[in-house]
C-alpha cells in the first residue's frame, strides 16, 4: 500500500506551520532554524504535516520517532516514507514497501552530450526527444526517487541505472510539475 499526500504551501496556516514546528525534535528545528529563506522553512514544515497526516491516517498514531541513516535519510520505526518539494508544493508517500519520491518543476535544460549524474543510456534517452528539458527532468527525478528509496545520496547516483528491472517508477505529471514514485520491482 502506498498513500501520496499532496499540498502547495499556501494550503497550511501560520498556525499549522507553528505546532508542527513546536512538535520537532531539536535536530530537526535546528535544521529548519537555519534555513535563511522562509518560504524553504514553509516547504520543509509542510512536508512533516503531510507526513503527521499520514501517520495519523493509516496508523492511528499521533507520536512518533524519525530518525536518520548515515546518509540523513529520515527512517520511521513502523512504516517508511519520504517527503519532497519543488516550486511551492510538497509531497509526501507513506508505504508498507521501501519507497522514494521525487517531485521536480519542469524548467529549461540546455542540450549537452552528458548530463551531470546521468549514464551514458541516460542521457541518450535525454537527448532522442525534441522535449530534452520534460525528459531530462523525468529522468532527474527517476534517479532521485530511487537514490532516496535506496538511502543513498546524490552521489551515488552511477549506483542507480533507472533502466534496470530493479525498480518500479509510478510517473505522474501534474501541471508544470513531474511526479515519480519508485519502489522495490519485487
Do not use: W
Amino acid at each position: 500500500m502506498i498513500t501520496l499526500y499532496k499540498a502547495k504551501i499556501s494550503d497550511f496556516s501560520q498556525a499549522d506551520y507553528a505546532k508542527t514546528y513546536s512538535l520537532l525534535d531539536c535536530a530537526s528545528k535546528e535544521k529548519i532554524d537555519k534555513q535563511s529563506n522562509e518560504k524553504d522553512k514553509k516547504l520543509s514544515l509542510a512536508g512533516r504535516i503531510l507526513l503527521r497526516r499520514g501517520i495519523e491516517e493509516l496508523y492511528n498514531k499521533s507520536e512518533f520517532e524519525i530518525t536518520c541513516n548515515e546518509h540523513g535519510k529520515p527512517l520511521c520505526d513502523f512504516c517508511y516514507f519520504n517527503i519532497s518539494h519543488s516550486g511551492d508544493r510538497v509531497v509526501c508517500v507513506v508505504s508498507d514497501l521501501p519507497v522514494g519520491v521525487d517531485l521536480q518543476q519542469i524548467r529549461p535544460i540546455k542540450p549537452r552530450k552528458e548530463y551531470k549524474f546521468f549514464s551514458d543510456d541516460e542521457s541518450c534517452y535525454v537527448n532522442q526527444d525534441s522535449d530534452i528539458s520534460k525528459r531530462y527532468i523525468e529522468i532527474f527525478a527517476k534517479k532521485e526517487s530511487a537514490i532516496k528509496m535506496l538511502g543513498l545520496s546524490l552521489a551515488n547516483s552511477d549506483k542507480v541505472d533507472i533502466f534496470s528491472q530493479e525498480f518500479n517508477f509510478e510517473t505522474t505529471f501534474i501541471d508544470d510539475y513531474i511526479l515519480v514514485i519508485c519502489t522495490p520491482n519485487i
